[in-house]
Every structure is written in structure tokens, then in C-alpha cells.
């Protein structure tokens, strides 16, 4: 397994960015990323996805447009730029690594401790 450490998280008003980092200890370019979220009271859903080339990417409907996944291998990091914040986007934020690009929980192997997200009014 890989180990992840998610930052950047915090506090923006409704329209700001915010941009998340997720660290992996090791063998990072072999990896499919992904993010998730979970907000209070509701299960955990798929946010967005990259492939370990870094060449394909995968959103939720909710999100496409907003926010954008990319990586740098170099760095063993894997970004999530999130753009036009909305209050409905307030959550914890998980990075997860699997074997293959997919959207579903169970394709990843490997989570980070979360980061949170607050968006306010």
C-alpha cells in the first residue's frame, strides 16, 4: 500500500478556490488517483479520477467544469484545483489510489486521512 497525506483544505466564501495536494510515499506513478468527499450525514461520493499517465480523467456531474484533477509524478502528488465554490461542496475531501482508473470506492486501495473543505454563504 501507499501511504497518503492530504492538504490545503480550509475555509472560502461561495464563488472562491481552493486547491488540495495529496502526497504518496511511494511507487506514485504506477497509481490511478482519485478524490472522494463525504459530507456530514451523507455517504461518501466520487469527486473526480486521473489515470497514472495522467492522460485521462474522470469527473462527477456535480463538479465538471468547477474543479480539475492533474498530477505531477515528479513530485508524487495529485492536485485538485477546485474553482466557483459552492456551500454544497462542503466535505470532508479523501485522495485515494487504485490500480485502475475507475470512479467506484472499491477500485481504490489506499486513502488518505481527509482534508476539510467549508464553503460559507
Known amino acids: 500500500q501507499v501511504q497518503l497525506v492530504e492538504s490545503g483544505g480550509g475555509l472560502v466564501q461561495a464563488g472562491g478556490s481552493l486547491r488540495l495536494s495529496c502526497a504518496a510515499s511511494r511507487l506514485f506513478s504506477t497509481y490511478a488517483m482519485g478524490w472522494f468527499r463525504q459530507a456530514p450525514g451523507k455517504e461518501r461520493e466520487f469527486v473526480a479520477a486521473?489515470?497514472?499517465?495522467?492522460?485521462?480523467?474522470y469527473y462527477a456531474d456535480s463538479v465538471k467544469g468547477r474543479f480539475t484533477i492533474f498530477r505531477d509524478n515528479a513530485k508524487n502528488t495529485v492536485y485538485l484545483q477546485m474553482n466557483s465554490l459552492k456551500p454544497e461542496d462542503t466535505a470532508v475531501y479523501y485522495c485515494a489510489a487504485g490500480w485502475a482508473l475507475r470512479t467506484n470506492e472499491g477500485a481504490f486501495g489506499s486513502w488518505g486521512q481527509g482534508t476539510q473543505v467549508t464553503v460559507s454563504s
Open positions: 486521473i489515470s497514472w499517465s495522467g492522460g485521462s480523467t
